[in-house]
C-alpha cells in the first residue's frame, strides 16, 4: 500500500508561488505516482517506501513555506496516471490529513487507516519538525555536509573550522537524534496503513 502526500503552500496569497520550484526538486523521487500540482498551491505524490516519505517530509518543513499531510492506507487500483485522478482511502487520509496540518504550529499531520499509530506517526513527525526548523545555518553548514558523506574531517576542511567545531554544530542541531528518529518515523507510517501490511 503506497502513501499519499498532499502539501500546501503556506501564506501562499502574500508570496510568490513556490510550487514549480519545489516539483523541480522533487522530480527524481522514487514514487509510484510523481509529485504534481492538484489544485492551486497544492500539489501531490504517491509514494511506496515510508522511508522516502521521511526523507521527503524533512525536506518540506526544512524549508518551512509547507503544510504536510500524510495519508497512510489503500488505494484503489489500478492507479491512473495522475493523482488527481485516484482514489482510496491514502488519499482520503492525506486530505484530512493536510487538513489537519493547516491548523497544527508545526504544519504537519498524519492520517491513517490504524488511527493509534498515525497519531503515534505523526507525533514522531512533529518532533522532527521542530527539530529540523530549530537548527542554525552554521549547524545545517555541517550537516549538509556530513550527509553528503563528508567525513567530519573533510567538512572541517570545507569550512576552515575545526573538527572538534564540527562535531560541535553536529551535537547543536541534534544530527544524530534525527537519524534515530527517521527510521522510527517510517515503521509508525508503515503501522499506520493498518491491515494488509
Do not use: Y
Not at 67 to 88: K, N
Not at 173 to 192: I, K
Amino acid at each position: 500500500m503506497p502513501f499519499v502526500l498532499t502539501v500546501d503552500q503556506r501564506s501562499s496569497r502574500t508570496g510568490p508561488d513556490r510550487v514549480p520550484g519545489v516539483l523541480d526538486s522533487l522530480a527524481g523521487t522514487p514514487a509510484v505516482l510523481g509529485f504534481e500540482r492538484t489544485a492551486g498551491d497544492e500539489f501531490q505524490g504517491v509514494l511506496e517506501d515510508p522511508g522516502v516519505v521521511v526523507a521527503v517530509l524533512a525536506r518540506l518543513v526544512r524549508d518551512g513555506n509547507w503544510s504536510v499531510g500524510v495519508g497512510a492506507g489503500p488505494v484503489q487500483t489500478p492507479l491512473p496516471d495522475s493523482t488527481r485522478a485516484a482514489t482510496g482511502t491514502a488519499f482520503l487520509c492525506a486530505r484530512r490529513a493536510i487538513d489537519a496540518a493547516k491548523q497544527r504550529p508545526a504544519r504537519v499531520a498524519v492520517r491513517g487507516q490504524d488511527a493509534d499509530a498515525a497519531a503515534d506517526a505523526q507525533a514522531v513527525a512533529t518532533a522532527l519538525t521542530v527539530l529540523v526548523q530549530r537548527r542554525s545555518p552554521q549547524a545545517w553548514e555541517a550537516i549538509d555536509l556530513v550527509a553528503a558523506g563528508q567525513t567530519q574531517a573533510e567538512t572541517a576542511g570545507r569550512l576552515g573550522i575545526s573538527r572538534q567545531a564540527v562535531g560541535q554544530r553536529l551535537a547543536a542541531g541534534l544530527w544524530d537524534v534525527e537519524q534515530d528518529l527517521h527510521p522510527v518515523l517510517a515503521r509508525l507510517l508503515t503501522r499506520a496503513e493498518g491491515e494488509g501490511r
